[in-house]
């Protein structure tokens, strides 16, 4: 099936934390998306330039009609600094998608999985998170996600309900700007492991060094590489 | 459709004409795989050209690093967005290989296999004519692991999913055969000036 763009409709825009704003927009695909995908945004200007941006959705599939951005600010960010500074409920910019096969999670595959994720490399995750809390919330998860300050954390009280509530899940926040602030490194995967049981599945995503690092410490600890998919940004 | 309050950010004159549609530039260098980079011992590497299931010609890395090499500058496109300018390889084109090998190409595709099973398919004509090398250097160094090192197919002319890293092989298709992301609704050829991202495009 060819992946036409279409016009979407922004319903909500919220701040989600200093650096990350929420995008809400009513998209009128014909099915489902799975967890972890993303799409595709085309912004236009009036003399015909043209920016492409891909963006990974952050709501539940079991809410098709709209989806949820979180889209990072960037410094000096074409598109990004459009969706921070100018973008409003009721705009309407062209998208395309759901986009991508590998980097997704469904109920039925199970688990333990393990979700790692750098930044706002955890957009993706809290997809399947949700989307897990809904559709199989007995599958053991555990995230395992860094950020710089706590006010960094993206949806940091969604998460921390749901590591109070949900039996099955569990939250391991790392901070990196904080006095005594570390990056993930081999006592966090190997405690994260210790918590979760071999995991069946692990998707890790962030930004290139964060990606390559985490996904050697895994490899390291003894995951067979089969079982771990990585998502990557940067550029 | 115009974007109420978009006015963007043109690239000057010179590199708007250098960048495909849809891409923009970066200074540096990102990286993208399906999962974990792959260790991989370079007294065990092996390069292999096969026709199906039959191998045709297989080097080992002191073999492969005795053939022929062609440095290669210019510029490369993600389909992810992201393009490079001015990227310089070095390698063995495929002509060469081809030569190396005694053989003439057996069928009019193949499909690049890596060693963590990426596979990705590229019609013959567009490996010929010094147009695609497997590259072992990358800006005069060996290529990083996370840039697909010790060896990857470059095939600069098509979105760079296509120059598969860790390339382990070759293999001759008969006909046409969809590689790992062409069957996850990339697109079959993937020119970027003709922008095929994804099936249909």
Not at chain 1, 162 to 184: H, K
Request: include cysteine; hydrophobic fraction near 40%.
């Amino acid at each position: 099936m060819p992946l036409v763009w279409q016009e979407a409709r922004i319903t909500a825009a919220v701040p989600e934390t200093p650096r990350v704003r929420r995008l809400t927009l009513a998209v009128g695909w014909g099915k489902p998306f799975r967890a972890g995908q993303h799409v595709d945004v085309r912004l236009t200007a009036p003399d015909g330039h043209q920016a492409q941006r891909s963006y990974s959705i952050a709501s539940s599939p079991t809410r098709p009609e709209t989806i949820d951005l979180l889209i990072e600010r960037l410094a000096d960010g074409e598109v990004s600094g459009f969706f921070a500074d100018v973008a409003e409920p009721g705009d309407v910019i062209e998208l395309r998608g759901p986009i991508g096969g590998a980097f997704v999670w469904d109920p039925a595959e199970g688990g333990p999985l393990l979700l790692v994720g750098g930044g706002s490399g955890v957009v993706p995750l809290l997809s399947m998170l949700r989307h897990r809390a809904e559709g199989a919330p007995d599958v053991p998860a555990l995230l395992l996600t860094s950020a710089r300050t706590p006010d960094d954390v993206i949806a940091r009280e969604e998460l921390m309900r749901r590591d109070a509530e949900e039996p099955n899940f569990q939250l391991r926040l790392v901070l990196t700007r904080v006095p005594g602030g570390r990056r993930i490194d081999a006592d966090t995967v190997r405690a994260a492991l210790a918590a979760l049981g071999t995991p069946a599945h692990t998707f890790v995503c962030g930004s290139n060094p964060f990606v390559s690092a985490a996904s050697d410490l895994l490899v390291e600890a003894g995951l067979p590489a089969r079982t771990i998919r990585t998502e990557r940004f940067g550029g | 459709m115009v974007t109420r309050g978009f006015t963007g950010r043109r690239p000057a004159r010179p590199d708007a004409e250098r960048l495909p549609p849809g891409q923009y530039l970066t200074e540096d260098f990102p990286v993208l795989q399906l999962g974990p980079t792959p260790k991989i011992d370079l007294a065990r590497w092996r390069f292999t050209l096969r026709e199906g299931a039959k191998p045709l010609k297989s080097w080992t890395w002191t073999e492969f690093e005795a053939l022929p090499r062609t440095r290669w500058k210019g510029d490369i496109h993600c389909v992810t967005k992201w393009s490079k300018f001015d990227t310089a390889w070095e390698g063995v084109t495929f002509d060469d290989l081809l030569a190396a090998a005694g053989i003439e190409a057996p069928t009019a595709y193949l499909l690049a296999e890596g060693y963590d099973d990426y596979t990705t398919n590229v019609p013959v004509a567009d490996l010929t004519g010094a147009k695609a090398m497997v590259a072992t250097r990358y800006a005069g160094e060996p290529i990083p692991p996370d840039h697909g090192g010790p060896a990857r197919l470059l095939v600069p002319h098509l979105y760079f999913w296509k120059s598969a890293k860790w390339v382990k092989g070759l293999r001759f298709t008969q006909k046409d055969e969809a590689g790992f992301w062409e069957l996850h609704g990339y697109h079959m050829y993937g020119d970027p000036w003709r922008e095929q991202r994804f099936t249909g495009d």
